[in-house]
């Protein structure tokens, strides 16, 4: 059997998504832009994958959703174009506040903002892998232009107080950025309701395909440019439109959305089910309570074993799963969620990501806990021989 575990890395493309975008690679190929009749057979198609991402978030007709290559392009463009467009020319206002648990496209970004003169506070996590509104308003200063906080986080699932961090940040005149790549599709992500400046999107993270993303602005919170050079996205996202993946974004976004309670019932049963069995093994460690946790999320730490082992002894079983964050694992890491949370520096080491999704089924989960439990058995005696020996010798 095949299981992937996996999804907070990357989802498998919704079936209907892939009709749908099948036409854009035939006859619907003219560019949007374009005058002649090609380019104004896809018009449409364009506008109709845009509105229902204005419906399925809940924005307002006078804000602007931008579409991008990827979440990360969204998050340099927000912080960047912060750069550009306030820091520079008023640099009395140079500080961002974020966490110390974003994606690497929001902390790599701030660090190179950091050698031209912007100013970061990074606020930790407490022993959850949680972040309190105190916390982040404790780090801000009159000199503080921009706040940027997750929505959910990528490793641990934890959902981080954004309605309350954004009321905050606009009583006293600061922007505020979330990126939501974990949240949309997983738990109800409402503009309307929760009023934020600037929102970060990924389509591969909710079962569109990749190279495709989003940036919520707010009206009136407009950005210079990241990408020069043409009139697409009303002059303020430069490039082709890639139709074919908008169209999918469009859908994929709807289906995802409409399936949150799917995900908040089904996902969460069996993510629970999964959960319950391994906290049932010696020594594990979940991190953050279940109910402040997007519904498909297990951040798991077994003591004494190597996550990249574990993953490895999965791997062979057929089942995915990660030690963390996707664009990290590449290389033994230790887990920075851990370390943030962990007295002990170990267990950075031992931190394995188990992520469903709407379409993980019971068997496999039932699959998943029999092949976890055995090896971690077999991991568990292995260093217990190697620590006799060692012992011995
Ligand atoms: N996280 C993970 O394994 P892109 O690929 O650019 O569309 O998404 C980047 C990104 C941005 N923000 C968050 C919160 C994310 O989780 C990700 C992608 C993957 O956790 C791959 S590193």
Redesign the pocket.
């Known amino acids: 059997m095949k299981v992937y575990l996996?999804n907070?890395?990357?989802t498998k493309i919704d079936p209907l998504v892939k009709v749908k975008m099948q036409p854009f690679f035939e006859d619907l190929y003219g560019n949007p832009n374009s005058l002649h009749q090609f380019g104004m057979d896809v018009r449409p198609h364009l506008n109709e994958a845009l509105g229902s991402m204005y419906d399925a978030l809940h924005v307002r007709d006078e804000d602007d959703i931008l579409i991008t290559?990827?979440?990360?392009?969204?998050?340099n463009a927000v912080l960047k174009g912060i750069f550009f467009k306030y820091i520079l020319s008023n640099p009395e206002k140079n500080h961002i506040v974020t966490t110390s648990v974003?994606?690497?496209?929001?902390l790599d970004t701030l660090s190179f903002l950091s050698e031209h003169g912007v100013d970061v506070t990074y606020v930790d996590v407490d022993n959850e892998g949680g972040i309190s509104l105190e916390a982040m308003m404790a780090a801000v200063t009159d000199k503080t232009i921009l706040i940027s906080m997750?929505w959910?986080?990528?490793?641990t699932g934890m959902i981080f107080p954004v309605k309350e961090v954004s009321e905050a940040a606009k009583e006293k005149g600061i922007l505020f950025h979330t990126?939501a790549?974990?949240a949309i599709g997983k738990i109800p992500v409402n503009l309307t309701d929760i009023d934020v400046d600037y929102m970060?999107f990924?389509?591969?993270?909710f079962h569109g395909p990749?190279g495709i993303?989003g940036l919520y602005v707010k009206k009136g919170k407009s950005l210079p440019n990241l990408f020069h050079g043409g009139e697409q996205m009303g002059g303020k996202r430069a490039g082709t439109l890639n139709v074919a993946y908008i169209v999918g974004m469009g859908l994929a976004m709807k289906q995802a959305v409409g399936h949150v309670e799917k995900m908040n019932i089904d996902v969460r049963r069996l993510r629970d089910k999964l959960e319950d069995a391994i906290s049932k093994i010696a020594d594990t460690i979940v991190v953050g309570p279940r109910e402040k946790r997007t519904p498909n999320t297990i951040l798991v730490s077994l003591k004494g074993i190597e996550g990249e082992s574990m993953l490895w002894d999965l791997n062979r079983a057929g089942i995915a799963a990660?030690t963390?964050?996707?664009?990290?694992?590449e290389s033994l890491h230790a887990n920075p969620v851990m370390s943030a949370i962990g007295e002990d520096p170990e267990l950075a080491h031992t931190a394995m990501?188990l992520s469903l999704s709407r379409f993980t089924t019971e068997e496999e989960i039932d699959y998943v806990i029999e092949m976890f439990t055995k090896a971690a058995e077999r991991l568990r005696a292995i260093s217990s021989t190697y620590a006799y020996t060692n012992k011995a010798s």
């Open positions: 996996d907070n890395a990357t290559s990827c979440a990360t392009e969204s998050n974003e994606h690497p496209s929001v997750m959910a986080n990528n490793e990126d790549v974990q970060t990924s389509a591969h993270k990749k993303g990660s963390g964050s996707a664009c990290a694992s990501r």
